[in-house]
């Protein structure tokens, strides 16, 4: 009987909902995004993303089931997400996974979402192998971890302050654009001029692999004060804070590479979708004789395929069980799910 895994995402303002099977692969997946519905607030507003969940995951679970064609009885097991993420919204992944799991008499994995994000290029072809460099860049984290297998992460380096995603919304903000404020940054500075204004670039030769972003922040916030406020000033503006953004990303993930002696790099997480960063990173890794991986585009934000994915290679591992507990976990480091 082919292992099939239901994996249910609801961290943040994304549901989504995926069908993995063992050997097989993905099957079917959907996602739900809320970014209409928080961009009326200039951000994720909690409460809001917990009903929109309640509301999205059952039907999307229905309809990759009808998508792949499986019933309920041939569901072996069900990966939620446990954490880290907003408590509320991370509860209904829980519930919905725990108590349909119960009911039908299935184990079910909590995933941790970083996970997802780190394995996620797996679901790629050409996929990387083990052991790999992976930059992590969402809207939450930015970190550096060497990758020897799944459950064995070593930290090299993370952001002492503000993620890389929060550096383009907050800076997007200061633009007066909406959000998610990544990709509306990258669509501004694409009509800028490289090397109008130029920003610091925070810790760069800091000679270790950690990051900082707040004064990145600051800095933009000073040269919005004191600019002219035309649509060509601030595509400027926005063409800086991306270079300075993106530059200190693949300087560290170059330096990771260098102190590790690995040559695959795998991008994951959100930020992981702007081009320059790959166009950066594919000319610098490209150099060194190494290679850059990124999973599918629509798998580098938030989906439900990555926890489908990890949960299955979770319960290849014989983890999972029955005990149907709703314990999510809103702060979570990743250290504690690396096996020594
Ligand atoms: O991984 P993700 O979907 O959600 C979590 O934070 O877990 O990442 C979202 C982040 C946001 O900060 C968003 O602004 C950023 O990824 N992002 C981008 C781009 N697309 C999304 N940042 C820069 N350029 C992009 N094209
Ligand atoms: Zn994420």
Redesign the pocket.
């Known amino acids: 009987m082919p292992l099939i895994t239901l994996g249910i995402e609801s961290?943040?303002?994304?549901t989504g909902v995926a069908l993995y099977q063992m050997g097989c692969g993905l099957l079917a997946h959907a996602l739900h995004t809320q970014i209409a519905m928080h961009s009326e607030y200039g951000g994720v507003v909690p409460e809001l993303a917990s009903r929109d969940h309640v509301q999205r995951t059952i039907p999307l679970v229905r309809q990759v089931m009808r998508e792949a064609g499986v019933s309920l009885d041939r569901i072996s097991a069900i990966a939620y997400t446990q954490g880290p993420?907003l408590g509320g919204a991370l509860l209904v992944g829980a519930s919905v996974a725990n108590a349909l799991a119960y009911a039908l008499d299935i184990p079910t994995i909590g995933i941790h979402?970083?996970e997802g994000?780190l394995l996620s290029p797996l679901l790629s072809d050409p996929a990387p192998e083990f052991p790999f460099v992976a930059l992590l860049?969402?809207?939450?984290?930015t970190q550096l971890m060497r990758v020897d297998g799944v459950g064995r992460y070593t930290l090299l380096g993370e952001t002492l302050d503000d993620?890389?995603?929060?550096a383009?919304?907050k800076s997007?903000k200061l633009l007066g654009l909406g959000?998610?404020?990544?990709?509306?940054?990258?669509?501004l500075a694409a009509s800028g001029r490289p090397g109008q204004f130029k920003l610091p670039r925070p810790m760069l030769h800091s000679g270790d692999l950690n990051f900082s972003f707040s004064g990145l922040k600051t800095a933009v916030l000073t040269l919005v004060r004191q600019s002219d406020n035309d649509e060509q000033t601030r595509a400027d503006i926005a063409c800086a804070t991306?270079e300075a953004?993106i530059g200190i990303l693949a300087h560290k993930a170059c330096a990771a590479l260098a102190q590790t002696g690995l040559n695959q790099l795998v991008v994951?997480?959100?930020?992981?979708?702007?081009?320059?960063?790959r166009n950066r990173l594919a000319e610098d890794v490209g150099k060194r004789g190494g290679k850059v991986y990124y999973p599918d585009l629509q798998f580098?934000?938030?989906?439900g395929a990555m926890i489908a994915f990890a949960g299955a290679l979770r319960l290849a591992q014989g983890q999972g069980g029955k005990s149907y507990r709703f314990n999510v976990k809103p702060r979570w480091n990743l250290a504690e799910i690396t096996d020594r």
Request: glycine letters at 20%.
């Open positions: 961290s943040c303002d994304e993420g979402h970083l994000h860049v969402s809207g939450g984290h993620a890389a995603g929060e383009f919304d997007a959000y998610p404020g990544g990709p509306a940054l990258a669509k991306q953004i994951a997480g959100g930020v992981g979708a702007n081009q320059l960063l580098c934000t938030d989906n």
